[in-house]
């Protein structure tokens, strides 16, 4: 199975001049001043996108591989521990009534 590499120029598709119209409509909308601080700010969020997504995929090739498991998470071997009190429903009725 052979994946297709869509080509950056599309015949037909988005030219010079529809570009330059989304650019003047872009800082007709957000300002000259405002667009650099936007273009940083979605690098930014890009650059911690792929972090987290780099991330993600390490741990799930740990989990393919048999690795450890990392902090936060638990195995069978572990018990689960409700913390939780555990209360009737004529206690939350009464405790309601009374404030």
Do not use: C, H, W, Y
Request: proline letters at 6%; a negative charge.
């Amino acid at each position: 199975m052979v994946a297709e590499i869509t080509p950056l120029f599309i015949p037909g598709g988005m030219g010079p001049p529809e570009l330059a119209i989304i650019l003047v409509i872009a800082v007709l909308l957000f300002g000259a001043n405002k667009i650099p601080k936007l273009a940083r700010s979605t690098g930014e969020a890009m650059g911690e996108f792929q972090k987290g997504r780099e991330k993600v995929e390490s741990e799930l090739e740990e989990m393919r591989e048999g690795g450890t498991v990392s902090e936060g998470e638990t195995t069978d071997d572990e018990e689960f521990v409700d913390t939780e009190p555990v209360t009737t429903e004529d206690e939350t009725t009464t405790e309601t009534e009374t404030n």
